[in-house]
């Protein structure tokens, strides 16, 4: 028997010590990549093996988490990747502009690993839930239709 296959997550932060410290927690766990900007995100999560999860700062220079995620969900390929905000604002209009683009959750900075861990969990959990309920219902889909012909 083989072993599941390892969630890929992409870090998006224009701040390196950031993504060092992402990487740090999640290190063990997933497998991870990561950009140092908007664009070079949308890149990556457009390759033929796009992140299961991307954790999205806001704050970045040409092009913020907010135009990143809404470019995300704008794309038929990469609308259904959750999208976690990781940002040092924690004002409740940052939170709602976030969710409002299609993010998922929000983590204030500085972060916590236990709080990271959960989240990260939760929402791969979540999108797994989600694509294996969709599959049951392409296959009802596909014997209701062999059925009525």
Do not use: W
């Amino acid at each position: 028997m083989t072993a599941p296959a390892r969630a890929h997550l992409l870090i998006v932060d224009d701040t390196p010590t950031n993504i060092e410290i992402l990487l740090g927690m999640l290190e063990d766990d997933y497998d991870l990549s990561f950009a140092i900007s908007g664009r070079q995100a949308l890149a990556l999560a457009a390759t033929q093996d796009p992140p299961d999860l991307i954790l999205l700062d806001v704050m970045m220079p040409e092009m913020d988490g907010y135009a990143v995620c809404a470019a995300l969900k704008a794309d038929a390929n990469t609308r259904n990747i959750p999208v976690i905000f990781v940002t040092a604002r924690t004002d409740a209009e940052s939170e709602t502009r976030g969710f409002a683009a299609g993010g998922v959750d929000f983590i204030h900075k500085p972060v916590n690993r236990a709080v990271v861990r959960a989240r990260v969990r939760l929402h791969l959990d979540l999108k797994q839930h989600t694509e294996a309920m969709a599959s049951s219902l392409a296959d009802i889909q596909r014997a209701n239709d062999q059925l009525l012909v």
